[in-house]
Each structure stands twice: as C-alpha cells, then as structure tokens.
C-alpha cells in the first residue's frame, strides 16, 4: 500500500498536510499532500531493486551493475525513488527548506518501503550527521528530520549515534578513491553513546554511497552488528 497512491495515515502519527500540493502548491481538496499530477511525477522505483543501493536493478542477478564490482559494507539498501522529476524536487526543496510538512510526508514513504523491501532486523534509526556548524547554518539536519519521521512510523527510537570529527569538503566533483579519502575517520559514534547491534542508517539521497560507508564502518566501530541503509532516492 502506497501512501501516495492510497491516502494511508499511521494511526499513531497522523500526517498532517496542508491543503495544497507540497510541490506545486496548486489546491487540494483533501489535505492529501500532493497533486494527482506531482503524484504521478514521483515515480516510485521498480520492484525489482537491488540489494547494493536499492535502486533499480539493471542486471539478471541480485546486485546492479554499478554494485556488482563492489563490496557495500552495509548488509542492506532500501531506496523509495530514482533521483529524478518530482521525487528530486521534493528532496531538493526539503533539504534546502527544512519544509517539515514534506519531511512527513518523504518519512512515511520511507517507512513504507522499508516494511516492503527491508527484511533486516532494526532497533534503532539513526541519521548521516552534518558538520556541527553546518547544521548551525541550515538549521537542521534534513537526515536526522527523515530518520526521526521513519522512527515514529516503524516504532522505533531515533537517536543521534554519530557525530561528525572534523569537517570534509564537499563531495562533489570528487572520484570515488578520493570521496573515500575526504571521509576517511570523519565519522565516529558520539561520546558516551550506545550504539545498538542493528541500525537502520538514513540519508535523503544514495549516490555513490561513500558518505553512508563511511558512516555504516564509524557504527560497526562503535559495536553495530548489522547496519541498513535507507534513502529517500537513489541518484
Ligand atoms: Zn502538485
Ligand atoms: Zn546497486
């Protein structure tokens, strides 16, 4: 069942929407999030997905092409939508805006998802961190808004398992080797923190996946035994 597609509220946490589109801002008649037209431009990722990044799956096995040659360090990557149309929009307008409207509605598609395509155990859900003055300047952390949303919606705790040690530049532009090297030790659990055997690591986009590697070793460091990868869209 979609949350786009069939109005689903959570008991427990209920979606509460403005009565125009998030995106277009065109009316609604019900406060149901977004326009039938946006609806349609989010264009869910296929069933068929592969367990390296959660995107589409473009090969006959169970990992795509670009995952096949490598080792993710995660067991398990769920993703909602190609980083594209509408799907890219909502994320780019919620990142920048901290809409927490949008944060709601992307939190409860996630959590659909992973109910739908992540069979691995959770007891926690924890957000890529931002740079302390980063996230000063923003004025929030979008991951840490999704990762709260998701927890509300699968029930469980969200708290704030890693910090950033030093400050990165950013990643675009960079190859693979040296998006590696940028984060290398850039991310440790927080002092005093208890990180839990399984963790369900959420970030609003997957590129290249280097930021949430980075981030899934810093938790298995810190005593995770398991930890999944869940993102708004595979880019
Ligand atoms: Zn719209
Ligand atoms: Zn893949």
Redesign the pocket.
């Known amino acids: 069942m979609s949350v786009l597609n069939h109005g689903f509220v959570p008991a427990a946490d209920a979606l509460i929407f403005p009565e125009i589109c998030m995106l277009c801002h065109a009316d609604l008649s019900a406060a149901s999030g977004l326009c039938s037209c946006c609806e349609e431009r989010m264009e869910p990722l296929p069933t068929e997905r592969?367990a390296?990044?959660g995107?589409r799956l473009d090969t006959v096995v169970e990992?795509?092409r670009?995952?096949l040659p490598m080792k993710r360090p995660w067991e398990l990557a769920v993703s909602c939508y190609g980083f594209h149309g509408a799907a890219r929009e909502a994320v780019l307008r919620f990142k920048y805006s901290g809409d927490t409207a949008l944060a709601s509605l992307l939190g409860a598609v996630m959590a659909e998802n992973w109910q739908a395509y992540g069979h691995a155990k959770a007891e926690a859900v924890t957000a890529v961190p931002l740079h302390w003055f980063k996230e000063l300047r923003r004025g929030f952390n979008q991951s840490q808004l999704l990762a709260e949303h998701v927890g509300c919606h699968l029930d469980l705790p969200a708290p704030k398992l890693l910090r950033r040690t030093r400050w990165t530049r950013s990643q675009a532009g960079l190859n693979l080797a040296r998006r590696r090297r940028n984060l290398r030790r850039a991310f440790a659990a927080g002092n005093g923190v208890t990180v839990p055997e399984h963790v369900i690591l959420v970030d609003d986009v997957l590129t290249t996946g280097s930021t949430l590697a980075a981030c899934t070793r810093a938790l298995r460091k810190a005593g995770a035994l398991q930890v999944s990868v869940l993102s708004v869209a595979r880019g």
């Open positions: 592969c390296g990044c995107g990992l795509c670009e995952c």
